[in-house]
């Protein structure tokens, strides 16, 4: 999958700290975990433009990359233990102390989860200005210690899937229509003709009415959540899929290498070039490989 620099940053741009915002860019950038080096150069680009709130949810993005992508590879690791030092001593010098309480917070996580080496983690510890960051106790969700203090605004690590996100969404959705059937139902009653009708009774339309117009807002708030959510979704399932793509090409490249040595292993002729008597040659890890039928193979032996 080839890097689309303006499609990053305009990921990075629209995120916000909640879970289902965080989590979707999370899941984007670990798609790209190849381009690494550029998607943390943005990183550090948009950081160092943001506002104090802005800052603190790029450190949870950072956070949930770090902590999602490392088992599958070291590449956002090595790329953010260069970044995160000047960056978390923007922080700790911003005079916010939401902003600085949670880049403690989350270089004690680090610690504890081991995420970097003890020399990185020392370097993340004196920029944040606190050379015993707080580590959160053993067993304690790292979610709810980046989060604590913070207005109830959680990081997205461990955060639940985009699925369960989409699932909570419909759900919603599906309440929000209820109430607003059961509105319309009300306003059915309502005349279209309303000019003998006495003050009580308009009273009770003009309440009836409003509540059928506040049901209908709602649910097309709901059922626009949805669509943002199934776009984003859908998002990570493209991107997932190019990647994969070019794993699969990957793969299949390296297998037919080894085939291709494994059958010359066979044969027995491994390591000399016989294109001069109609031998197949193929290159394995750089070295030639030649590959000849069994009746070449015996016309080669009978003149040696």
């Not at 970097?116 to 606190?130: C, D, P, Q, R």
């Not at 969700?141 to 419909?170: E, H, R």
Request: glycine content about 6%; overall charge positive; some cysteine.
């Amino acid at each position: 999958m080839s890097y689309d620099q303006a499609k990053v940053v305009e990921k990075l741009r629209s995120l916000n700290s909640s879970q289902q915002s965080i989590e979707t860019v999370s899941m984007y950038c670990q798609v790209l975990k190849r381009h690494a080096a550029n998607v943390v150069a943005d990183w550090s680009a948009e950081f160092s433009k943001q506002p104090p709130p802005r800052k603190l949810a790029l450190l949870y993005l950072a956070n949930d990359v770090l902590q999602n992508s490392r088992k599958k590879g070291a590449e956002y690791v090595a790329e953010f233990h260069r970044a995160l030092p000047k960056a978390l001593k923007a922080a700790a010098s911003s005079g916010d102390p939401k902003l600085t309480r949670g880049a403690q917070r989350l270089v004690g996580i680090w610690e504890q989860r081991r995420v970097f080496g003890s020399h990185t983690i020392t370097s993340l510890k004196e920029a944040v200005g606190n050379g015993s960051a707080s580590t959160p106790r053993a067993g304690a969700s790292s979610s709810a210690a980046a989060s604590k203090g913070d207005g109830g605004t959680a990081s997205a690590y461990a955060a639940p899937p985009l699925l369960q996100t989409l699932a909570d969404a419909l759900q919603k959705t599906d309440k929000a229509t209820a109430a607003r059937t059961e509105a319309g139902a009300a306003c059915a009653v309502i005349p279209d003709v309303m000019d003998g009708e006495s003050h009580a009774q308009l009273q009770q339309y003009v309440v009836t009415l409003q509540k059928a117009h506040k049901a209908a807002v709602a649910e097309g708030v709901a059922r626009a959540r949805v669509v943002k959510t199934l776009q984003a979704f859908m998002d990570v399932q493209h991107a997932t899929e190019a990647a994969l793509e070019h794993e699969v090409n990957t793969w299949e490249n390296k297998q037919q290498r080894a085939e291709a040595l494994l059958g010359a292993q066979q044969s027995g002729v491994v390591g000399a070039c016989w294109l001069s008597r109609g031998g197949r040659c193929v290159d394995v890890d750089h070295a030639c490989v030649c590959i000849l039928s069994h009746a070449q193979i015996t016309h080669t032996q009978e003149h040696q």
